[in-house]
């Protein structure tokens, strides 16, 4: 069974105080990061196959075997999403699981990388929501690109262009799920044209 | 000339034609501040004429050197009905994006600094500024350990007389959670998502320490400078770092419901998960 052990010990040893200040070597610091890194890894499991569970708990009524694979994006902060990178031309769609830790219900814009610009965003009732398209700052892309080549397996062939923007609403420690797939219309796409106000020479 | 204006909801930032931020304005709680963002490093000191040099443990800045921004060439603002966006390359090394979200009342910055040039042989802490106008008269106050935000006076310590001999160094607090300060009429509140250091070194002014990179040892026992490179497939750079905080001004005691709220969702974000499916079998 999918268990938490790695995450526990890489959270124990990262108490040290050398972990907390920033104050160890680099080559240790480069062992906490591998352990959490395993850590979370690990617990990613966990989560994905307890949000199938209760996904379809509260679909079918009961909790079943999981069937739907959940997967995390910890490379966000890079801009790497691997299973939100996906070609939606094709009619298949992406589901979304949001989760709220917190007691309280909470709104937040959501962002996430994809390819596509004629997406839809579709709540758990199928309504659309209101998105909108933000392009991936250069400075970005460069970072991702330099780090990829250490992921080249995992790579998408695509880099993707855009922020997908969306609004989830969530109750207190629960979830809700979101819907994307490809859509006639372009989300709107943050008035870049209209509203990019000075030729920026960054993008040369 | 023009001035821009940002944010679709209650909050606007407003940018004067050079792309300086300058002003923030909140409609619903009636807030208008002028405002000033700025990014410059402390220069580590090499222990050339003492031994003690600035390394990991110890903060001793040999200058203060401004990093002009790179100005209207390199801003660009993207509108749209969630959020607003201005993206800034303040260098060739640190890059930021300010969104004023609709349905928010604060300005969120994304800051990517790094690698911190070394080539000079001088050893750099990389801060932010944000100047108001409220006259705070030394007191600021920061977390302590993500719990109660505790009173600092800047070069005064109550339990003993202090002798000023850092004046940077000497006022700087870990920050993990946040730093704010006020005056009889307004609060001007940060929080971070990551632990920085951060202080109050001139009235009206907070400033964080965002990415730091130092070329000598400091002899406390790390025993190597804080140095952190990347390798990947044999090409190593120095460290580049991407996080965020979030600045807000609220009207007199009214911003510690934000710093306490707000600061739990930044410690727990929304996590996601994604499952790809067929046509319309999702339901």
Known sequence: RTNTDSLADALAIAQHHDAVSGTSKQHVANDYAKRLAIGYAEAEEVVGESLS??????????CMSPTNKF????????????????DLSNGKSLVVVIYNSLGWKREDVIRIPVINENVAVKDAGGKEIESQLLP????????????????????????????LA????????GFNTYIISSSSSTAKRAASTSSQLYDTKASQ | NDTVEIGPGNLKLIYSGKGELTQYINSRSLVKASVEQSYSYYAGYNGSKD???????????????????????????LRGPLLD??????????????????????????????????????????????????????????????????????????DWELQVNQPIAGNYYPINLGLYMQDNSSEFSILVDRSVGGSSIVDGQLE???????????????GEALNETVCVLEDCRGLTIVGKYFLRIDPLREGAKWRRSYGQEI????????????????A
């Open chain 1, 166 to 173: 969306f609004t989830a609403s969530l109750p207190p420690l």
């Open chain 2, 267 to 282: 410690y727990s974000p929304l996590l996601l998960a994604f499952a790809e499916q067929d046509g319309d079998s999702w």
């Open chain 2, 208 to 222: 964080l320490m965002l990415h730091r990179r130092l070329l000598f040892d400091d002899s406390r026992g790390v």
């Open chain 1, 53 to 62: 569970c209760i996904a379809e708990s509260a679909s079918n009524g009961g």
């Open chain 1, 136 to 163: 991936l700052l250069k400075a970005s892309v460069g970072i991702r690109d330099y780090y990829s080549k250490a992921y080249l397996s995992m790579a998408s062939n695509v880099t993707p262009k855009y922020w």
């Open chain 2, 51 to 77: 031994k003690q040099a600035s390394g990991a443990y110890i903060f001793r800045p040999n200058g203060t050197y401004s990093i002009n921004s790179e100005g209207q060439d390199f801003f660009t603002v």
């Open chain 1, 71 to 86: 997967q995390q994006c910890l490379l966000l902060n890079i801009s790497y999403c691997p299973p939100s990178e996906v």
């Open chain 2, 85 to 158: 966006e201005v993206h800034q390359r303040i260098s060739s090394w640190i890059y930021q994006i300010t969104r004023v979200y609709k349905g928010k009342e604060h300005a969120e910055v994304e800051f990517t600094v790094g690698p911190i040039p070394i080539k000079d042989g001088i050893g750099k802490e990389v801060v932010t500024k944000i100047t108001t106008t409220v006259k705070n008269n030394k007191k600021f106050y920061t977390d302590s350990s993500g719990r109660d935000f505790i009173e600092r006076v800047r070069d005064y310590r109550k």
